[in-house]
């Protein structure tokens, strides 16, 4: 297992990736579109702000990519591919994502989940700090969770 800096050309299949996992809790088509268009990663994106995408075999099986403010840093994009999804890959990655934070002074950040990834965040630490509304769809509320390193 390989985890590294995301290249900027890779935009296109990290947002499919993350389409993807998204579609392993049942959502359907059009809310997977929806979700596309507005997650999509472009280079821009990953060009400037910190993008670790995580390799098994030469294949890419999840990313991960915090954006930093003044006011907050936000877990932005926690993804795995759903064929490694429950096999440890998720712990790994989270792991380097904490890692990487301590190296750069920080010391929490916040993250927004599906009521499906709500479990794996609480079992990695993070604790629900609300719920706000999501971007997808305009009655659907998520959780807010906060994760203190």
Not at 116 to 138: C, H, P, Q, T
Request: proline letters at 2%; hydrophobic letters at 40%; a negative charge.
């Amino acid at each position: 297992m390989l985890i590294r800096r995301a290249e900027v050309k890779e935009n296109k299949i990290l947002t499919e990736l993350a389409v993807m996992s998204e579609a392993y809790w049942g959502y359907d088509k059009r809310f997977l579109d929806a979700y596309r268009q507005i997650y999509s990663l472009t280079e821009d994106y990953i060009r400037n702000h910190p993008t670790f995408v995580m390799e098994e075999d030469g294949k890419l099986a999840g990313f991960y990519s915090i954006i930093e403010s003044d006011d907050e840093v936000t877990l932005e994009y926690f993804y795995l591919d759903p064929a490694y999804i429950g096999k440890g890959f998720g712990r790994e990655l989270w792991d380097h994502l904490v890692e990487f934070c301590r190296n750069r002074g920080i010391i929490e950040f916040v993250l927004v989940s599906a009521p499906e990834a709500r479990l794996f965040y609480e079992k990695m630490g993070a604790v629900v700090v609300g719920d706000v509304n999501s971007l997808v769809g305009k009655d659907r509320r998520i959780h807010k969770m906060k994760m203190i390193i």
